[in-house]
Every structure is written in structure tokens, then in C-alpha cells.
């Protein structure tokens, strides 16, 4: 498989592969709960659901239904949270730029396929200077159904241009994961927050992008030609109602 074939696509989601701010998201997170004077444990929360809009996720820690607007209400209260938690510490994960300038390169496409709000784009990707390197940028305002619907990713290879068997998507979620197996692709895991024995069925897993390259990620999709089928059992423990 040659490696500047134009027509293979990598797809990056963002929190927790971009970037390792997971932390920071569930520090805000749980500083939020505090004040809705709600005992959920934010960090075990985003370890089932992490990857999902946070009003979708903010959804499941009430015990009653709660009206759309109020859960946007929280969920701008939470994003306020964690830019001032994270403000100093924005920083892309180890040998990132080094792989999107090797990809770039070898003729790959690159998207961004994230439940971010443009502006929580905005606030990381050109703080860091990474758009110049995506082709694409597909977010919450782009889809109908975030993360772990296939929306996401199926929206970033149609406006790429690229069959979903020919893309790799990096995650760091398992939701991320389930995701990109419904949208007919293979996936990487990023080890940011959890364990390689957390996820179904990647292609490889990394701490960060200093040992890999795009080179060995087409060479892995030659090897595991297969894309996995969604886990029914990962869908009932992690999923929930939603």
C-alpha cells in the first residue's frame, strides 16, 4: 500500500488526542456538580461517556428530565470552567505537529471530528496553530447526533471526499471508538486517560504521536483490512439510555 496514496484519510478527534486535557475537563466538570450540589464523580463519568456533547452527557446525571435550555445553560457555565482551568496549560500532545507534517507529506487527508462548539475549536486548534493542517473540521454545529453516533465521522470522510474503509481515526474515548466502527472505520486509541484494555478493538494503541507514523498506520490497515462491528456489550455498559 503505497504511502502517498491521495485517497486515505486520517481523522483526529480532539480533547484527549490534540490535546491531554481530560483532567481539566473533568475538574470543570465536577466543580459544576458541586455547585448544582449533585455527588457525581465527574472523572468516572467521562471515563463511560467521554467523547459526547456535554449536554448530552450533562443529560444523564439528573434524575429528572431537564429542559434543553438549562442544560445548555450548564453546559456554557462548565465551558467557562475549563477555559479558565486549561488556559495556561493549552500544549498539542508530544510529536504531533512532526506526524500531520508527515501525513501532509505522504499526500494524506487530515480532518477534525470532534462534539466541540466552533469557539471550544477555535480555542484550542488556532491557539496552537494546527488548522492550517486539516482539510476538514467537523464539530457539534456540523451534525444532527454527536459522539457515539457515526455522524461525526461520517461527515468528516463525505467532505473529504474519502470511502470510510480508507480512513483511521484516532481516539481516546470509547465512545470516540464505538463511533468510528459505525461509521465503517478502522480507529487508534490515544492512551491519554485510559487503558489499552478499555477499548474494543483498535488497530494499535499510543501514548502520543513520537512513535508512530503514516506510514505504519497504512501499513496496519493493510493488515487488519476488517473494520470491527460496534460492541453490544460496551453499547449496554456505556452508553446507557442515550
Known sequence: MPSNHPSYALIFDMDGVLIDNT????????????????????????????????TNILKTV?????????????????????????????RELAGLTRFLEAARAAGLKIALGTGSAPETIGYIIDHLNLRRFFDVVVGKADVENGKPHADTFAAAARKLGVPPERCVVFEDAI???QAAYKAGMRCIAVLSSLKEKDFQAP?????????ITPAQVLELLAQQPETPKPSKAMAQRNYMKL
Request: hydrophobic share 40%.
Open 62 to 90: 439528573f434524575t429528572n428530565p431537564v429542559p434543553k435550555k438549562k442544560l445548555e445553560e450548564y453546559a456554557a457555565q462548565r465551558e467557562l470552567l475549563y477555559r479558565v482551568l486549561y488556559w495556561n496549560k493549552r
Open 175 to 177: 465512545l470516540g471508538e
Open 23 to 54: 483532567p481539566e475537563q473533568a475538574k470543570a466538570f465536577q466543580l459544576l456538580f458541586r455547585d448544582l450540589g449533585l455527588t457525581t464523580n465527574a472523572r468516572q463519568l467521562l471515563r463511560r461517556l467521554n467523547g459526547m456533547p456535554a
Open 203 to 211: 488497530l494499535t494503541t499510543i501514548q502520543d504521536f513520537t512513535g
